[in-house]
């Protein structure tokens, strides 16, 4: 049986996600940060962890980015991905009425995706929360500390409102009212390991690099996926954090490192860039 | 006199950056949010607005990237950018000692910024603001409430510390504890206009574009820029927001948009991408 960490607290998106993954027959253990995900895998206090790293409205999870500049030694390497669709929820007492709310708690990323449904049915009174999980916590009678209790809820429990997934709302006397919104809303997640991950049939390779700075340099880094033909998934840019407007790429392609195209690819990468680091090569869903 | 509008509350870095770049002889209003910036420069309400775009340590502002997206067709353009320092201090109260300090506040980038040296000198206990000015003023004695005045803050005013720029700390019995960061923390905010700006002897241009969904087609949009020898000083991804896993790039690169060059480079660029905008040429220092 495998233990599985994860950005917790319980039952939030990351948890959902680890269990879409890994199923019931898996131990789950969930940390405080994305950073103690990582330790829990790198001192083998857990098999395998699972972090956000990016949403399709809100772009990349940059803790999650970070970790891997800030710890470029770590022995972890992505072992696959995994996808799932985000769906708001507003959760209310059984019997409570949308005039009567006087605040509403959930995680900043669901309070700004749900930023206009809000203006329209809702005063504007919001608390920000370290997890949508978490939020549904503070509507309960019992919770009558704001997030790690130095600051009272002053707004009495049925007045209060949680904006996260309706699933949550069970077993608790809440209704879950849909928050409708027409945007694709996805979250991927990582998950990391120690050692390398069984080669699948499609695959996917991420590296991080930092280029050499010159006029063309990006440019240059990318001819070589261009001249193997390899699909690039995504590109995104970090800070280096040693030199104020200095940057770090992260990419995502097609294709794994065992692949004679990839090998050259990287091969050539290592030329044209002055850091460059494999991720990971994992099996993709197509 | 100009009227510039900026991301608020006062005294807040975005405020100092502003005042860097137009002096005491202009008239400032603060604007709640990015959104609100852009409304009032859109609106003839501002003659300039200011607005963070990127930070040194942290990475792009989203909000910012975003709202060029989210309005693509806005008249407003980008006119300059104004660069500033940015050094952390623990504001306390004249005579508090760091043991007797229960809570600190900040927005959220100064925590996690100075959380190591947290760690080391301060409980865990921290408190999220809008702004590190707002963050100051949760110190006062009369302040009871957590902003926005749903949630009573239950440590006293002399256990209660900030994290903010020293100069806030001036006037209030406050005193400024320098908290010390070998990194270099700089923060970037843009000058957004009506109209174009005067050319200056040095200029860059910020462009917005979508690539076509094919195998090197982000190279193919940079060859322009290799050909004509321009150096990129940016580039940024973000979430198309249309459909999950496709994107939008931000590039910054070296030159005036009336530049020969810069000319060929665009009308090409127009042909291997399908949305492309040019979100401002404008004097930059060198």
Known sequence: MFTIAYLGPEKTNTHLAAQKKFGSRAYYVHAPTVDDVFHFVERSKADYGVVPVENSLEGAVTHTLDRFVDFVQTPV???????????????VHRGAKLTGIAAVFSHPQALAQCRDWLRRH??????????????????????????????????????????????????KGLRAIPIPDSRENKTRFLILGIGKPRKGRHNKTSILFSTKDRPGA?????????????????????????????????????????????????????????????????????
């Open 122 to 171: 809702l005063l504007d009174v919001q608390w920000e929360t370290t997890s949508t999980a978490e939020a549904v916590q503070c509507l309960l009678p019992e919770r009558k500390w704001y997030p790690n209790s130095r600051v009272k809820i002053s707004a009495p429990p049925h007045s209060r409102a949680a904006i996260a997934r309706a699933e949550l709302a069970r077993g």
């Open 77 to 91: 390497s992505i072992h696959g991905e995994i996808e799932l669709g985000i769906r708001h929820a507003l959760i």
């Open 218 to 286: 990006l440019y240059d880094a990318l001819a070589a996926f261009k001249r193997e033909r390899i699909n690039l998934t995504k590109i995104e840019s970090r800070p280096s954090k040693k030199k104020a407007w200095e940057y770090l790429f992260f990419i995502d392609f097609e294709g794994h490192e065992s692949e004679p195209r990839v090998k050259r690819t990287l091969k050539a990468l290592g030329r044209s860039t002055s850091l460059l680091h494999i991720l990971g090569s994992y099996p993709v869903k197509t």
